[in-house]
């Protein structure tokens, strides 16, 4: 037996929030992201990742209280992003209680910054969010600020050189997938994993199980992160999670719709499913 | 049993102290977090944890005299434990960014994944099961991974592992890309390991329980 494949709830957070968009965009509100963060944890999730949505438009991540908050009641490790410009943020952030940071923007314009952040904290603490977004004539380029401005950078040549600056891991978003339910792109998927040695994280698109287990089938994957799926289950297992703060859009939530694309499931249920089909997972006793 | 009451998280000034922290708290331990020689030794026992690179470290831990803080708490017979790099840093050598001595606690030294093969994906991130062996060097019933079922799942994080010279050091061994590595290892009363206890769920925070609780 070796590593087992990475089950990762993805949290996007906004103020005191857990929201949820899809392609990256429309958010709406769902509830307290350390309530979400508990249930996750206790159906045994292997790690959390938060995402500070509107770091970018605040220039900086407001997220030290709520990653305190979570450090003290869940023991799996903590990936944070959103709004990560310099080593100080960094520290900041571990300080607070992550365990390692998602840097995305910051390093589109300053690739060195990858070294020198890994250099100080260890590779293995560096995670470089890509957002890929699939262009006309077939090609991938990644993008920054939620899939709003391109970087002119190639997916898988900018994969490559992220890996030779020292990343630890490269999480994988699939914007035009992202909320959508349809299922991950798989080809880039393949293609991205073969391309590098560091471990990858696919994220965007996930509706239903299979889609996972298509995903993880044929592929040496570290991680998948997901959002949609676990988060409609917490809210359908714990309708009265929290007082909703009154902040953004909380219409969704009074509507109990989800969108019918996704077939909310649980952690557990997930895991289940994929070792039934022969991938190793970690099952929470 | 007597609840040690005080541990001393070694700080060197690199490592997320935060999360050893937090589980050592909500275990009911008094924790210090310190890199002061006095504090360390009175406590009860003492963690040496670690994110960061062996070269790195050990530069801070001599600036801060740390090397005869780690040992004397040692040969005081007090629990013992070493984290990651924490666990790393035990052992003679390691061979990260430039060859580095370490504290030489333990004999054996620190390897890259990435020289294995080709194939291997590093650093190895993830969760991957530990497998115990029979040990011989058990000294005052200081067995912390006794009441662990064989093959647990525990989360690692790190691109270099430790090859100890002496064998029945090793307590658990882990595979990765094909390799068998030292996970752990035991001896009588420093117990030092390549995952995080700290972020392996509420078995992980067993064995630091286990270990404190005597």
Redesign the interface.
């Known amino acids: 037996m070796s590593l087992t494949l990475r089950i990762i709830p993805r949290l996007d957070i906004k103020g005191p929030n857990l929201v949820k968009g899809v392609h990256l965009e429309g958010l709406r509100v769902l509830g307290k992201p350390e309530s979400f963060a508990k249930y996750y944890y206790e159906q045994g999730a292997d790690e959390l990742f938060y995402q500070d949505v509107v770091a970018s438009l605040y220039g900086r991540n407001n997220l030290h209280s709520i990653i305190s908050r979570t450090a003290k009641e869940v023991f799996i490790p903590l990936t944070v992003g959103g709004g990560i410009r310099n080593i100080e943020d960094i520290s900041s952030i571990l300080k607070a209680g992550a365990d390692k940071v998602s840097i995305n923007t910051s390093v589109i314009g300053n690739p060195e910054f990858i070294s020198s952040a890994s250099h100080t904290f260890g590779s293995s603490t560096i995670v470089v969010s890509i957002e890929a977004i699939k262009q006309p004539d077939g090609s991938y380029i990644a993008f920054t600020d939620n899939g709003r401005n391109s970087s002119g950078k190639e997916v898988i040549s900018w994969a490559k050189e992220v890996e030779q600056l020292g990343a630890g891991e490269i999480l994988l978003t699939f914007v035009d997938q992202e909320g959508s339910g349809k299922g991950f792109d798989l080809m880039l998927a393949k293609q991205i994993c073969s391309a590098v040695k560091i471990p990858v994280i696919i994220h965007g698109g996930a509706g239903n199980k299979q889609h996972v287990l298509d995903l993880t089938k044929h592929l040496s994957l570290s991680g998948v992160a997901i959002a949609s799926l676990f988060h409609y289950d917490c809210i359908l297992h714990n309708r009265q999670l929290d007082d909703y703060e009154e902040e953004g859009n909380i219409d969704f939530l009074k509507s109990n719709r989800v969108l019918s694309s996704i077939e909310s499931t649980s952690i557990k249920e997930l895991k289940s499913f994929l070792i039934e089909n022969n991938i190793a997972c970690r099952i929470n006793e | 049993m007597n609840k040690p009451y005080k541990i001393a998280v070694i700080d060197y000034r690199m490592s ?1 102290m ?2 050893i922290k ?2 050592l708290t ?1 275990l009911g331990f008094d924790v210090e977090v310190t890199s002061d020689y006095s504090t360390i030794v009175s406590c009860d026992g003492a963690i040496l944890p670690g ?3 062996f070269p790195e470290a050990m530069k801070n831990i001599k600036e801060l005299n740390l090397d005869y803080a780690i040992k004397d708490i040692i040969s005081s017979g007090k629990p013992f434990v070493g984290i990651c ?1 924490g666990f790393q840093l035990l052992f003679d050598k390691s061979d990260e960014i430039e060859d580095t001595f370490g504290l030489g606690i333990l004999p054996g030294e620190v390897k890259s994944f ?1 020289e294995l093969n080709d ?11 530990i497998k115990k062996k029979q040990m011989t060097n058990i000294k005052n019933n200081f067995d912390p991974l006794m009441k662990l079922k064989d ?1 647990e ?1 525990f ?1 690692f ?3 270099f592992y430790v090859k100890p010279e002496d064998n029945k050091d090793i307590y658990t061994t882990t ?3 094909g390799h068998n590595f030292c996970s752990s290892i035991l001896k009588e009363n420093i117990f030092a390991c390549q995952f ?1 206890p ?8 067993r064995i630091l329980s286990e270990i404190f609780n005597r």
């Open positions: 997320n935060f999360s937090n589980a909500v994110v960061g690179s790099l990435s194939k291997i994906r590093v650093p190895h991130v993830g969760w991957n099961n093959q799942y989360y994080v790190h691109s595979e990765h890309g995080h700290e972020k392996s769920g509420e078995k992980g925070i």
